[in-house]
């Protein structure tokens, strides 16, 4: 498909457990970032990946969240030691990134994540 | 800290309305200010974007009306239809890079 592709679409897990969100960006897209969406709340800022260098890490909530970008394209997002308040929707997006201007930020339909 | 403030939270018009969501920012470095589109199970999609040396712009329905001086800029939505009910969410960012989100606003068009 042409757009963000985000995998699984859902998932529950028990309290304690690890958890692996996977994003496959568009093709050639360069920026890479995630975004955690509670109930009813609007999308904060976890994480950023642009080319080669180093990811902006600046929004991830704790050091149980952790990110990587393989090959410059796929991403995976790891939470460690899950709590119930990590229960949201995780949301990816790409965007061509790299020069200063409009680059639309391009969302998938997300993994909505379920702590038990 | 909140950087991008929206309001209202939610909003109910009848078809042919115009349903108008504002916000306001603090951060005067940002310079790109996008409108999104959610629908319930769906990642948010761009509606329209506008940049500060511009104080309007529409496409289609859609018109963004933008107030640099008073940093705040509003989402109008003309001759609103009942396929236009979805969560509205604006943001703005320094270029290239991570977006800050409103809060969101849910708008239900009635038929």
């Known amino acids: 498909g042409a757009g963000v592709s985000q995998s699984p679409s859902n998932k529950v897990t028990e309290k304690g457990k690890d958890v692996e969100l996977r994003c496959d960006p568009i093709?050639?897209?360069?920026?890479l970032y995630w975004y955690r969406q509670s109930l009813g709340q609007g999308l904060e800022f976890l994480i950023y990946?642009?080319?080669?260098?180093?990811?902006?890490k600046s929004g991830l909530p704790s050091d149980r969240f952790s990110a990587e970008r393989t090959g410059g394209s796929v991403s995976t997002l790891t939470i460690q030691r899950t709590q119930q308040e990590d229960s949201a929707v995780y949301l990816c997006?790409?965007?061509?990134?790299?020069?200063?201007?409009?680059?639309?930020?391009?969302f998938g339909d997300g993994t909505r994540l379920s702590i038990l | 800290q909140q950087q991008v403030k929206q309001s209202p939270q939610s909003l109910i018009v009848q078809k042919g309305g115009i349903p108008i969501i504002n916000c306001a920012y603090e951060?005067?470095?940002?310079?790109?200010f996008p409108w999104y589109q959610q629908f319930p199970g769906k990642g948010p999609a761009l509606l329209i974007a506008?940049?500060?040396?511009?104080s309007e712009k529409k496409e289609g329905r859609f018109t963004i009306s933008f107030n640099k001086s008073a940093k705040q800029f509003s989402l109008h939505i003309m001759d609103s239809q009942p396929g236009d009910s979805a969560t509205y969410f604006c943001?703005?960012?320094?270029?290239?890079?991570?977006?800050?989100f409103g809060a969101g606003t849910t708008v239900t068009v009635r038929a």
């Open positions: 997006a790409s965007s061509l990134g790299g020069v200063r201007g409009e680059q639309p930020q391009h």
């Open positions: 093709s050639g897209h360069t920026a």
């Open positions: 990946f642009q080319g080669n260098s180093a990811p902006d």
């Open positions: 951060n005067t470095a940002f310079d790109y």
């Open positions: 506008i940049r500060p040396d511009v």
């Open positions: 943001a703005a960012s320094r270029g290239d890079y991570k977006l800050s």
